[in-house]
């Protein structure tokens, strides 16, 4: 533990507990984990454990190394050295097990909403009519009905990040990664869809990996949030505690004066290392 945790005992939760938030079982492992492209360390012996159910949110600076980590979680990248295991199995290629909600826009601009949704079910193998009425009552829980038809070019930012998330969850993964989902969309949809992210985990608690950039947002819906160090090498600096019991509301929760003491802490352990890393690039 860093001396900068020493010094705020009120974030500290048993250590037992503390490694996954309070859970009892670990369903992401990534061990002393390194990820390299070529001779470029991005980043360096991370250790991070999710609990069953638990949901984790991690910042740092740009470029420090968030979107490797999440593609190796999904198998899309393999470690130069460690590794990640989830619930037990050591992950070796790309992961039916995981939902990704990319960084980017990733819905195929040729397929309309429900057979976007479909696909995660066509590729492995569910017969047609249960596909659709899935997809369906999909886009009906992301409030997306009447949208069936309509292609991506046809929807609108907001819309097309519900497509996504419906697309994710559909195949009932046992892990959810999430890559900056909300953050090319307007502060009012935004909130609503961390809103509707919130309930739709509530009803069924999975793991949750979100990254973002947005503090507020991580401490709104984490149960902890992990800061990384600036990269190259990044590392993980420090993991907090976010103390505030559930359901949540999004815009309420932010006026809670342990929701402000906490951003205050975080924000003073991130700033350093966004800092520096704007340093490193000049
Ligand atoms: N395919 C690649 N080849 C070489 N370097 C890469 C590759 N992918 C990422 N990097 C480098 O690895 C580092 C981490 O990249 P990554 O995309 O994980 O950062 P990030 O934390 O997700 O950033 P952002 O917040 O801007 O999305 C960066 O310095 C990036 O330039
Ligand atoms: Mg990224």
Redesign the pocket.
């Known amino acids: 533990m860093t001396a900068l945790a020493q010094a705020r005992p009120r974030h500290d939760v048993p250590p037992a507990a503390a490694a996954t938030g309070g859970a009892a079982r670990t369903m992401v492992a990534i061990e002393r984990m390194t990820m390299a ?1 070529g001779d ?1 360390v ?1 980043v360096r012996d991370v250790d991070i454990q999710v609990g069953d159910g638990e949901f984790l949110a991690i910042v ?1 600076p ?7 980590i999440l593609n190796a979680v999904a198998g899309l990248l393999t470690p130069a050295s460690g590794g990640v295991a989830i619930d037990g199995r050591a992950v070796a290629g790309v992961q039916g097990s995981v939902g990704y909600l990319f ?1 980017q826009d990733a819905l195929l601009p040729w397929k309309t909403a429900l057979e976007n949704v479909e696909l995660g079910l066509r590729f492995r193998g569910v017969p047609g009519g249960e596909r659709g009425r899935r997809a369906r009552d999909w886009l009906a829980k992301v409030g997306l009905s009447g949208f069936e038809h309509r292609f991506p070019h046809q929807l609108s930012g907001g819309q097309r990040k519900r497509v996504q998330m419906a697309q994710a969850l559909i195949v009932e993964p046992k892990v959810i990664l999430m890559d ?1 989902p909300f953050s090319a969309l307007d502060i009012h949809t935004r909130h609503l869809m961390q809103n509707e992210l919130l309930r739709l985990w509530q009803e069924d608690r999975r793991s949750v990996i979100l ?1 973002t ?1 947005d503090l507020e947002e991580a401490i709104a819906l984490g149960d902890r949030v992990v800061v990384l160090a600036s ?2 090498g990044s590392r993980v600096v420090e993991s907090f505690h976010v103390p505030l019991e559930r359901p949540r509301n999004v815009a309420e929760i932010k006026l809670d004066p342990r929701f402000t003491d906490l951003y205050r802490d975080i924000w003073a352990c991130l700033r350093g290392e966004v800092e520096k890393s704007y340093a490193y690039g000049d």
């Open positions: 492209f470029f991005a740092g740009t470029g420090c190394g968030k979107s490797t960084q900056e990254i950039h990269g190259p």
